[in-house]
């Protein structure tokens, strides 16, 4: 199957590779095997060597290969809560709620964001791929807060290729346990799949580059030493702030899965809230920011917390 596609202004000056992996979805191995098949051509000619680099306003083809057929989403989703903080013709930004699942997947079949998406927005079936419609980046099962989605295969192009670029702001709230030494930071470790257990994530030498700005915005002494992080994600890789955190020792309370469950503080679900999220708009290209406040489960969590009084590192 052959698939064209326009390299956006954001992908400007990046290696064939890289693009042709963030467009298509595929593993950047499957793309230097195409590559070396002769399956990838860039300006109607073959490429020969998967670091040449392209221009923005560039045609890319691939030839990918056909796989098993997914189930497209389809709109039975008029039952999935979600609440839309904006929406034009080119993109839809949601405030995401905790335990609803992004899109389809293993033993997620239906209920999920994306079949509300399209229940409310037919045409979104048709961008991006049939099972995960308008999806450019997922928020965890646990994790509520924002979420852009491509109304357009233009739309989704631009945005693939801000996240790419790292054009786009992506700004979290996470309750720790603890109290971290410096009162702001970066977390930088490459991620990868766990060699123990290949459903989670690690800290290793084999992951990808991974890099997680904090700050202390309130620190807490009762019932327990606790610090509410603002995080920002330099990179996106699959639960990056939760294995990050866990992996200096200072875990997300109520995140199970990296160690962030403890008796002396029950919470509802892993305290972990995606509070603002900025892009360039797609169409034209004003720089717009949207902001979600703290649902009230994890407000009423800090509300039982007692503060550090006169703190001087915040």
Known sequence: MIRTEVVPDALDGERVDRVVAMLTGLPRSEVAVLVSQGAVRLRDVEVRSRSVKVASGDTVEVDVPEVDAVAPVDGRGADVSFHVVYADDHVIVVDKPQDLVVHPGAGNPSGTLAQGIVARFPEVASVG?????GIVHRLDRGTSGLLVVARTEEARASLVGQLASRQVTRRYLALTWGHLDSPRGVVDAPIGRSKRDPTKMAVTTRGKEARTAYQVERRFAEPVALDLLGCTLETGRTHQIR???????HPVVGDARYGGVRESL????PFLHARQLAFDHPATGERVTFDAALPEDLTAVLDGLVPVEEDPLV
């Open 129 to 133: 791929e049939p099972d995960r419609p």
């Open 243 to 249: 294995v990050h955190l866990a992996a200096v020792g």
């Open 266 to 269: 029950a919470v509802p679900r």
